[in-house]
Each structure stands twice: as structure tokens, then as C-alpha cells.
């Protein structure tokens, strides 16, 4: 990008962060996701850094926060309240150390990491130790007299005295006491909503009516924000310093947080770190718990914690340049689609896909997103060459999740959405009632070659070493045309390949002859059929304990199967009634592919009738081990936790999973507590 494309898209960056900025911080509304926001004001960042003259006074870099509404009284800080750049990557934290170390001429520095909460920052003045005036951020030199509403919040000390001080921050009494019982005392922090008393404010609001909060951090801005201290009073709001502005002698960051709970205040826990490594470590633990913990955040904030040399490498731009929020990889990111292409997958689904400029989303480098559907695609507007909102949660597909319009610059292209399979040329279908374009012709190369990937997957025949990059090699090479050739192949066809030693052609040969002795419901689930996951396959092995019994059903026996719709019925079916699937199964038969029959099944149906849901990994065995032991006793297995799940099995780590369990009241139990419930 040369500079007059820089300058334009600068410009057009900072239009519409300063749209999303007054909506947010003024106007308490949110038409973004904060990652998607943080992902913008990044790439601005970025382009300023390197077109240096370009950055003016008013961009969004070189201020702090909204403006102050008129309604309040104007405080002025007399210590600005500047922001914190963002880091997202341990090398863009390396180079920043790099950059200190430059900057102060040592070799090493101390840290002090501590958990950056998502809430709304204030200040609290104390004068002889009694609280006179709070106020928020505002343009970080002018904030807003919101004393009264921070006054209704039980966790700010309305009054602050010493109780009592460790050995070793002796040396700060008499300057701390000085400054409590004769001058002024200022302290930073965050005021913000735990995520279950969050979730419980949003439920009233729901039975009357009114309309929901989209975060905590919104909520409690929306609190301060607002000119009856009773409205404040009645929201579950809480404090979290982190900061002393007042100079009481403290040399360390650290000694701060100490001395604040000393005074009376909750204050965020932290560790000392020597290194970066030591900041890694803390880091990821954290990233780990985040799910788990009360109350939002968003990464963990590193600063040099000796407060001298914080002082003397001084500010650049909005931030103090010995500090940086280390942000958790985010969900959402802004990036551009550079093209449009379809997808055809095994069922013959046509998926409009986004070729992206690279861009890190939960952790990830992501080059590619989906479009779900034609009329998605249509709904989005999205154009070759859009600015768009993506998205990844879990391990779900990424996805453009918004189109930012607003950045176009009349060179995007339309997407002109096929009439014909882009791989066979067969016209494509739809069936009425359904949003999705399909190919009908199962001899086509793309559904093949989707039907393996899908075939050697961990949940089908689990052929380890089959990737689709071998699967894509032995199709060109004209190795394979079809899933049951791959139980033709010996080690001498693979030998020719590109990058093939004799160990990986032996592992991958060995791996298919393990394979080839396979569960019922693992070989339900290979084949394919549209509409059979997992558990339906699970659900047809159960009831018909064969492969024998499977081929010759007709619609009334698949009307007996539990949980299988109408939908569902027909297209298992139909499959069936197909004399080319019969002869795919004849092949992978003689081939000596072995199918067992279904387990039987305890008569001590214990679980019948309770769900479970599994989070974390399990000492003892796999979580398909689990989830077999739970069906063997009868039980139903989710991927979710609801308000119809009975019992939440917590392994190491547990994730998202548990806090929502928490929050609908859902039993957790143990790995050791459920082996004893099916002893």
C-alpha cells in the first residue's frame, strides 16, 4: 500500500472508529463487537506507524476516550488518565521490550502483570481521607463529576484509613498517613458488573420488556453514566483499583496493590515477572481460567514495575510507553475479502467461501471464511474487495459475521453466485423450503473428494496420517477415485509421491490396516448421509445392533427409532434404497473391512433419561470413552450445556462450558464422582 492508499484508508478508518467511539462511549450503544473494534483502531495503529506524518492531532490513536456529556460537571485530571496500547502477539511483546530497552539503555527490566477487567475506568479523590470526587475518564484531560453514583457502590471506601502494614512497606507509612489525614489521595480503577449478576439483570429486563444490555462493561458505563444515583444504587456494581496516582513514596507497582487492599479496596490479583517468559506463562494460566472467573477481561496488562524507570521512558501518542495490554486472541477481527469462490461439499452443499487477506482470529491465522448460503451472501451485501467482520468461535468455521460499507471505496466487485457446479458443470438444485444450492451428481470429483476427507476422519474409520493434503495426492496421481480403493493401497503406490519417505508410506499402510476392524456407529457415520451426526448414528447402531439389519430397513422400521425425524428418516432411507451405496458397502466387505456388531448394552440402564455434557480432558479415558460409557448406561450426550442438562463432567481445564453451568444451576460432577455413578 503506497502512501496515497494509506492516507484514504486512514481517513476512512478513522470516520468510522470515531462513529463507533461516540456510539459507545457516549451514547451507550454498541453496533460492533469491542474485538472488532480493538481490530480497527489496530490497523490504524499500524498504518500510522508507517506513515508516521500522516498522524494528526484528532486521529483516534492520540486521544483517550469520548467526550464528557454535557450534562455532567467537567473534572479536570490532574494527572491525565491515558489509555494503554495493545499488543497481540508474544513477538510484538518482544519487540516492545526490545524497544524499552533501548529507550532506558538496560539490559533487563521487572514487570508486574495483573488481569485487565473490562470495565469502566474512574478516579476517586480522597481529601483527608473521606471521598470528595469521582470521575470518569471522558478525552483522558477532561472527565465527567459522576461522584454521587460512585458513592452507591459498596466496595469504594466512602472513607479510607491504615489498618495495618506488612514489615516490609513500613517505610510508606508515614508519607501514606501524611497524606490521608492532611492532603489528598488519588486512586484508579475499574467499576464493572459480575458476569452472573450481569446475566440476572438481563433476565428482569427480559420479563418486562425492555431492552437487554450487550455486556457488562456497557452496563456499568450505562450506570455511572446517568444523572439518578438511585438507578445506580439498584445495579449490583463493583470497584477494582489498580492504581495510586498520589506519590507516597511507593517505588514499585506492586507495592500499590498491596497498599490498596491495605486501605480498604478490592485490587486486582497480579505476579512479578522477571522476564518475558515469566509473562507468557502468567498469560496463558490466565487465558486457561478467563472463562471461569467472575467478571470479564480481556487480556493481562504489563507494566515495567519499578515506578522511576516507568516515569522516566515517559508517553508516546495516548499511552505511557512502559505499559501494554497483552490482549487474549479475539474472536473477531476486521480484515478484507480479496476474493469469492464456492465450495462444493460431500453432500453436493454449495457454500459461497471468503479468500481474506490473512488476518489472527482466536489465536489462528485465518485466509478463509464462510458465507453460509446464497442468501447469506445477499443479506451481507458482501462484495470482492469489502471490509467485513469475522468471526470464529470454538472450533467453529470462521465466518463473515458484517460488512463495513462505510470503508468501500467503489472498486469493489459483485459476486455473481453460480447456476452450475463450478467442478462438474451439473446444473445445481434447491429444494423448496431450503436455503442451500446443491450438486446432484455423486459422481462428482468435488463431493468424492469431500466423501474421503470425510471417510479417514478421527470419527469414521480414524486413519491417522490420511490428511486431505495425501488424499488430494492420491487422487491426482489416480491412486484412489473412491473411499474403498484406499484398503487397495500397498506401500510401493506411495513410494512415487512427492516428499514420501518408506517410514511415512509403512506408517499410513499400517494405519489403514488397523482401520479396517470398526465400530458400527463409527462406520454409520462414514458413509456420509446427510443428516447423520454422530449421535444419529449412534441412535441407529443401538437399534439395530448390525450393518446386516441397517441395509434392508424400510421407512415404518426407522419410524421406531428414537429421536429421528420424518426429515431424517427419508434421507437414511433413500441412501439405502441406492444400489451404488449397497455395492460401496459390498466393496468395503471383501476389501476385509470388518464392522462389529453393536455392543449390548447394560440392563442397568442407571443414566436413562439424564443428559450430559463433558468439559475439560479426563484422566482415566478419552471423552469418546465417556461419552460411551454414558450411552452404555443409557444416558443422552449434548455438546452444549442447557437448561435440559442434568450433570456437567469436569476434566482438566475446564472451559465456557462451566460458567455456564453455574449460571442455569446445572450439578457438576467429577471425573472420579461419575465413574462412581456407573460403578
Same mark, same amino acid.
Given at each position: ?35 472488532? $473494534? ?49 499488543? $497481540? ?41 473521606? @471521598? ?17 453514583? @460512585? *458513592? ?14 506488612? /514489615? ?31 446475566? *440476572? ?13 450487550? #455486556? ?19 445495579? /449490583?456494581?463493583?470497584?477494582? !483499583? ?32 522477571? !522476564? ?12 486457561? *481460567?478467563?472463562?471461569?472467573? /467472575? ?82 451472501? &445477499? ?23 458484517? %460488512? ?25 438444485? &434447491? ?9 446432484? #451428481? ?8 469431500? #466423501? ?42 506411495? $513410494? /512415487? ?63 421406531? %427409532?428414537?429421536?429421528?425425524?420424518? *426429515? ?37 440402564? &442407571? ?33 452444549? %450445556? ?38
Amino acid at each position: 500500500m503506497d502512501k496515497e492508499q494509506a492516507q484514504k484508508r486512514i481517513e476512512k478508518l478513522r470516520k468510522l472508529i470515531n462513529f463507533h467511539r461516540y456510539n459507545y462511549h457516549v451514547l451507550d450503544k454498541q453496533a460492533i463487537s469491542d474485538a472488532a $473494534f480493538d481490530s480497527l483502531k489496530h490497523e490504524l495503529y499500524v498504518l500510522e506507524q508507517q506513515y508516521p506524518e500522516l498522524i494528526t492531532p484528532d486521529s483516534p490513536t492520540q486521544r483517550v476516550g469520548g467526550e464528557p456529556l454535557k450534562v455532567f460537571k467537567k473534572v479536570e485530571h490532574k494527572v491525565p488518565m491515558l489509555s494503554i496500547e495493545d499488543v $497481540f502477539s508474544e513477538q510484538e511483546l518482544i519487540d516492545w521490550e526490545n524497544y524499552l530497552k533501548k529507550l532506558a539503555r538496560q539490559a533487563a527490566f521487572e514487570y508486574y502483570a495483573e488481569l485487565k477487567i473490562d470495565g469502566f475506568a474512574v478516579a476517586l479523590i480522597y481529601d483527608k481521607g473521606v @471521598l470528595v470526587k469521582g470521575a470518569t475518564r471522558g478525552n483522558g484531560k477532561i472527565g465527567e463529576d459522576v461522584t454521587q453514583n @460512585l *458513592k452507591t457502590i459498596e466496595s469504594i471506601p466512602l472513607k479510607i484509613e491504615i489498618s495495618h502494614l506488612r /514489615p516490609d512497606l513500613k517505610h510508606l507509612e508515614t508519607r501514606l498517613k501524611e497524606k490521608i489525614s492532611k492532603e489528598t489521595l488519588e486512586i484508579r480503577g475499574e467499576v464493572y458488573m459480575d458476569k452472573a449478576d450481569f446475566d *440476572k439483570f438481563n433476565q428482569l429486563r427480559a420479563k418486562k420488556g425492555l431492552s437487554l444490555f450487550s #455486556n457488562p462493561r456497557n452496563l456499568a458505563a450505562g450506570s455511572i453514566r446517568q444523572l439518578d444515583p438511585n438507578l445506580a444504587a439498584s445495579r /449490583p456494581l463493583k470497584f477494582l !483499583s489498580y492504581d495510586i496516582v498520589t506519590d507516597i513514596g511507593q517505588g514499585l507497582h506492586s507495592q500499590e496493590h498491596e497498599v490498596l487492599e491495605i486501605l480498604g479496596f478490592k485490587s486486582g490479583k497480579g505476579r512479578v515477572c522477571r !522476564s518475558l517468559s515469566d509473562i507468557m506463562d502468567f498469560w496463558q494460566q490466565i487465558n486457561k *481460567k478467563r472463562d471461569i472467573l /467472575p467478571y470479564q477481561i480481556d487480556g493481562v496488562v504489563i507494566s515495567v514495575n519499578n515506578n522511576k524507570i516507568f516515569q522516566s521512558l515517559g508517553v508516546a501518542g495516548k499511552s505511557p510507553r512502559a505499559i501494554r495490554a497483552f490482549k487474549f486472541a479475539a474472536k473477531q477481527a476486521t480484515t478484507r475479502i480479496l476474493d469469492i469462490k464456492v465450495q462444493v461439499g460431500r453432500t453436493g452443499a454449495i457454500t459461497p467461501i471468503a479468500v481474506l487477506e490473512p488476518v489472527q482470529v482466536s489465536g489462528v491465522t485465518i485466509t478463509r471464511a464462510t458465507l453460509h448460503n446464497e442468501d447469506e451472501l &445477499k443479506r451481507l451485501g458482501a462484495k470482492i474487495g469489502d471490509t467485513v467482520i469475522v468471526e470464529r468461535a470454538g472450533d467453529v468455521i470462521p465466518a463473515v459475521v458484517k %460488512v463495513l460499507s462505510e470503508l468501500r471505496t467503489k472498486k469493489e466487485k459483485n459476486f455473481a453466485f453460480p447456476s452450475k457446479c463450478p467442478v462438474c458443470g451439473t446444473k445445481l438444485s &434447491k429444494p423448496e423450503n431450503e436455503a442451500i444450492w446443491r450438486c446432484l #451428481n455423486q459422481e462428482c470429483p468435488a463431493r468424492k473428494r469431500e #466423501n474421503i476427507y470425510h471417510f479417514v476422519s478421527k470419527k469414521s474409520f480414524d486413519i491417522k496420517g490420511l490428511g486431505p493434503k495425501i488424499i488430494d495426492q492420491l487422487m491426482d496421481e489416480n491412486l484412489i477415485s473412491q473411499a474403498s480403493e484406499i484398503f487397495e493401497l500397498k506401500e510401493g503406490d506411495l $513410494f /512415487p509421491l512427492e516428499r514420501f519417505a518408506e517410514k511415512k508410506a509403512k506408517n499410513i499402510i499400517e494405519s489403514i490396516e488397523k482401520s479396517r476392524d470398526i465400530s458400527l456407529e463409527h462406520f454409520i457415520y462414514s458413509l456420509g448421509i446427510r443428516h447423520v451426526g454422530e449421535e444419529t448414528a449412534n441412535d441407529l447402531a443401538k437399534y439395530f445392533g448390525s450393518i446386516t439389519k441397517l441395509r434392508k430397513i424400510d421407512k415404518e422400521d426407522l419410524e421406531k %427409532v428414537p429421536g429421528i425425524g420424518e *426429515k431424517v428418516s427419508e434421507s437414511i432411507y433413500d441412501w439405502f434404497q441406492s444400489k451404488q451405496n449397497q455395492k460401496f458397502i459390498d466393496d468395503l466387505i471383501s476389501l476385509g473391512v470388518i464392522i462389529a456388531h453393536q455392543k449390548s448394552y447394560s440392563e442397568n440402564q &442407571k443414566l436413562k433419561g439424564k443428559s450430559f455434557v463433558l468439559t475439560g480432558s479426563l484422566d482415566s479415558m478419552s471423552r469418546d470413552q465417556a461419552k460411551e460409557k454414558i450411552r452404555l448406561f443409557g444416558g443422552e450426550i449434548a455438546d452444549s %450445556v442447557s437448561k435440559n442438562t442434568n450433570y456437567l463432567i469436569l476434566g482438566k481445564e475446564p472451559g465456557s462450558k462451566l460458567a455456564k453451568a453455574k449460571e442455569l444451576g446445572v450439578k457438576t460432577v467429577s471425573e472420579k464422582e461419575f465413574l462412581e455413578m456407573i460403578k
